[in-house]
Nanobody, 124 residues
Framework: QVLLVESGGGLVQAGGSLRLSCAAS????????MGWFRQAPGKEREFVSG????????YYADSVKGRFTISRDNAKNAVYLQMNSLKPDDTAVYYC?????????????????WGRGTQVTVSS
């Protein structure tokens, strides 16, 4: 079991920045690949970004490429999402997820554990 807790969400104006954090409970966190997903009202949960177990490989959805940066600190059992140049379309609940595959995955089905989410609201 891996417990994931997101933090760092909030209300920000368009063009602003936020940094999301996800704290994991398990010592074997370093063996999991991690992902960030988001879900806007009335929409499906979508992939935002992923990082492999070692932090050497990352992947981004086209909609956030060049604006968001994912990183991890295995010593702290944490993964981060730095979000810059935020747009109103980025408004959603952001979820952290862990995959036992260890490699970057974009499909929700390949993630084993999920956090409860943190709200990000971008005003225009």
């Amino acid at each position: 079991q891996v417990l994931l807790v997101e933090s760092g969400g909030g209300l920000v104006q368009a063009g602003g920045s936020l940094r999301l954090s996800c704290a994991a409970s398990r010592r074997t966190f370093s063996t999991y690949s991690m992902g960030w997903f988001r879900q806007a009202p009335g929409k499906e949960r979508e992939f935002v970004s992923g990082i492999n177990w070692s932090g050497t490989s990352t992947y981004y959805a086209d909609s956030v490429k060049g604006r968001f940066t994912i990183s991890r600190d295995n010593a702290k059992n944490a993964v981060y999402l730095q979000m810059n140049s935020l747009k109103p379309d980025d408004t959603a609940v952001y979820y952290c997820a862990a995959s036992s595959t260890g490699v970057v995955r974009t499909s929700k089905a390949e993630y084993d554990y999920w956090g409860r989410g943190t709200q990000v609201t971008v005003s225009s």
